[in-house]
């Protein structure tokens, strides 16, 4: 069995058993365009090849194992179960200016271990297919559809890490943006990483134009080292210079991602290495309140109050550092930053 998202083995499967190629354009349409997700829908093809898909592919390998929506209404939580019985899970975050955006993982898990991270609980399970990575859009986008609403963005900042999984991330990039398919602008897509710095370099080659966010969440190694082991491998030094020819390359802005943690990387003086380490170059940088996740009690981190957060971006704002302090929105379901599988390892009795 094969998903129905492959358009290849579709294309393929067709061709062998001498149906038309526009049928493929039929299938397409009624997937993407019209959300069906049962081949006994598809009304615009005959009983005959309905019959033989069903037999050959599938829809959804992921099942849902639990929805959970904010008091708010503007943030749902979705836990999915895998054909291999690993748990994942994407966020659906409505905006009140109706952008909506998908928060998707692309790894059951993740291994970068950083410290502030809910995720890297049970580390790497394994990489996810395109496919699962594009059922969870396909599954935002039905429940959208239904609230008569559209998918807008799709960041990749969910279980894992992105350029661990390239290949399969790039796949499913690729039909989120294909216009026959979800038909989302390359600008629209945001892929973060905590600096994998070889598939830096593949990305600006593959999507110039899609977004790219660093997790950075200190302006020195030392900082870094105690709370992301991944600058181990990659510094401070070998980032920045992919970096820079990153935005030569594509001429678009990088976000920086920066959990604040108190009395960890919030002293007024880091503020001026941040400056000083992106004076004159093409950032934005996103201030993150830390939150907490209930099995990080040995780790003793806190939040920092939101006016140390406000001072410290005052010092970016007057050397020209664009920033922002993201709004924490969603933490009453366990779906805001770093908070992604919570509850999931309370359930399995982590």
Not at 12 to 29: A, C, D, G, M, V
Not at 62 to 68: E, F, M
Not at 97 to 116: E, G, H, I, K
Request: hydrophobic content about 45%; charged content about 20%; aromatic content about 14%.
């Amino acid at each position: 069995m094969f998903s129905i998202h492959d358009e290849e083995k579709v294309i393929s499967f067709l061709q062998e058993n001498k149906i038309p190629k526009f049928r493929y354009t039929q299938i397409e349409n009624a997937i993407y365009k019209n959300f069906v997700s049962n081949f006994d829908d598809m009304n615009t093809i005959s009983k005959e090849v309905r019959e033989l898909l069903k037999e050959n592919f599938y829809f959804y390998s992921l099942t849902v194992d639990h929805i959970i929506t904010s008091d708010n209404g503007q943030t749902t939580k979705i836990l999915f179960k895998t054909s291999s019985w690993e748990l994942i899970e994407s966020v659906i975050m409505r905006h009140l200016s109706w952008r909506n955006t998908l928060c998707v993982s692309c790894q059951a898990w993740c291994p970068m271990a950083c410290s502030f991270c809910a995720t890297w609980k049970l580390w790497l399970q394994r990489n996810l297919t395109f496919s699962e990575i594009v059922e969870q859009i396909m599954y935002a986008s039905e429940i959208l559809n239904k609230e008569q609403t559209i998918l807008r963005n799709i960041v990749y900042m969910g279980m894992g890490e992105p350029f661990l999984n390239y290949p399969n991330v790039k796949k499913s990039i690729e039909i989120a943006c294909a216009q026959k398919k979800f038909n989302l602008a390359n600008r629209r897509i945001t892929v973060s990483t905590c600096w994998i710095v070889p598939w830096i370099k593949k990305f600006w080659d593959d999507f110039p134009q899609t977004s790219l966010a660093i997790s950075i969440h200190a302006p020195n190694d030392e900082i870094r080292k105690s709370i992301m082991p991944v600058d181990h491998t990659y510094n401070l030094e070998t980032l920045m210079q992919a970096l820079d020819e990153y935005t030569a390359k594509t001429n678009k802005r990088i976000f920086y991602e920066y959990i604040m943690l108190n009395w960890v990387n919030d002293n007024i003086k880091l503020a001026y290495e941040l400056w000083n380490l992106l004076k004159w170059k093409l950032a934005h940088v996103n201030f993150i309140p830390y939150n907490p996740w209930e099995w990080a009690w040995w780790i003793e981190y806190k939040a920092t109050p939101k006016f140390l957060i406000e001072k410290f971006q005052k010092v970016l704002l007057e050397f020209w550092v664009p920033s922002t302090i993201r709004a924490t929105m969603w933490d009453d379901i366990d779906a805001a930053c770093w908070q992604l599988a919570n509850k999931t390892a309370k359930e399995i009795n982590l």
